[in-house]
């Protein structure tokens, strides 16, 4: 235990039913009851991830429709040469909106 750099241990009592409360969000973070007790402890945000994969996922369809879009816009005389213009200047903004998100999800994940 002296090479351990967490040497130092905490107790606690609680009550059955605060026992059970705490217990069941351990289980719903997906962290370690330790991990878990730690960051409650010292303020830090709990973060729940699990279904931010099937986001990930949502987020690349959605880039790719974009793209699809835009080729399809770049491909024929849909629009008048003006309108083809604010429309691709709006797809760049929904293509760069997804990927500060996707960024962002990313960093969560690790």
């Known amino acids: 235990m002296a090479n351990r750099k967490k040497n130092k241990q905490l107790k606690f ?5 605060d026992h059970k409360k705490i217990k069941i969000k351990i ?15 010292l ?4 973060i729940r991830t699990e279904n931010l994969t099937d986001v990930r996922i949502e987020l690349k369809r959605i880039g790719n429709n974009i793209n699809q879009i835009a ?8 629009l008048t040469a003006e309108e083809k213009e ?25």
């Open 13 to 17: 009592r609680a009550n059955p039913k």
């Open 27 to 41: 289980e719903k973070s997906g962290l370690t009851q330790n991990e878990f007790l730690l960051r409650s402890a």
């Open 43 to 46: 303020d830090k945000r709990i």
């Open 71 to 78: 080729r399809k816009i770049n491909q024929g005389n849909i």
């Open 86 to 110: 604010k429309f691709l200047e709006e797809l760049k903004k929904l293509q760069a909106a997804q990927n500060k998100i996707n960024k962002n999800l990313l960093e969560i994940l690790k």
